[in-house]
């Protein structure tokens, strides 16, 4: 008995098919949900990236998640997308884990672009989210048009 992939591959003319764009596509999306690793050392950061930003929007109380997305973002050297996953991870997290917030933004803080660094720093020192307010929504996934903090159940 074959597995249902193996069908599927078997129709594939292999040399013309597994060399295609989608190919790297559907391997993206295999490498994402590998839970080995907290950082990614691959040549595919920018479509795993998407994919986190997919699953955090999916399952936002995940916290691995959103600390994959935000090393991903750090890889990718992706000021607008690390402000997105920062937000969120901020939202999430509330006033919890001062010093994971503090970590992840120290490693962080390169990337970010000036006022953004500026904003996320004064929300981490003075734990007070509602300077995320102050931030682009575009990449944020759990932001939706006004400033709405998620809130952790329980």
Not at 44 to 51: D, E, T, V
Not at 104 to 112: D, G, I, K, T
Request: neutral net charge.
């Amino acid at each position: 008995m074959t597995s249902p992939i193996w069908d599927a591959l078997a129709d594939w003319e292999l040399n013309a098919d597994f060399d295609s764009p989608n190919t790297g596509r559907i391997q993206a999306a295999f490498d994402a949900q590998h839970p080995r690793y907290l950082i990614y050392r691959g040549h595919q950061g920018r479509r795993i990236l998407y994919h986190f930003t997919r699953m955090v929007a999916a399952d936002p109380d995940e916290l691995r998640l959103h600390t994959k997305r935000i090393y991903l973002s750090i890889a990718c050297y992706d000021s607008d997308a690390l402000e997105g996953a920062f937000a969120d991870f901020l939202l999430v997290l509330g006033n919890k884990g001062p010093k994971l917030r503090q970590r992840l933004f120290e490693q962080a803080r390169s990337v970010m672009k000036p006022k953004v660094r500026n904003i996320i720093e004064r929300a981490i020192e003075e734990d007070d989210l509602s300077a995320l307010s102050e931030l682009s929504t575009e990449h944020s996934v759990l932001i939706n048009g006004r400033f709405q903090p998620y809130r952790l159940h329980g």
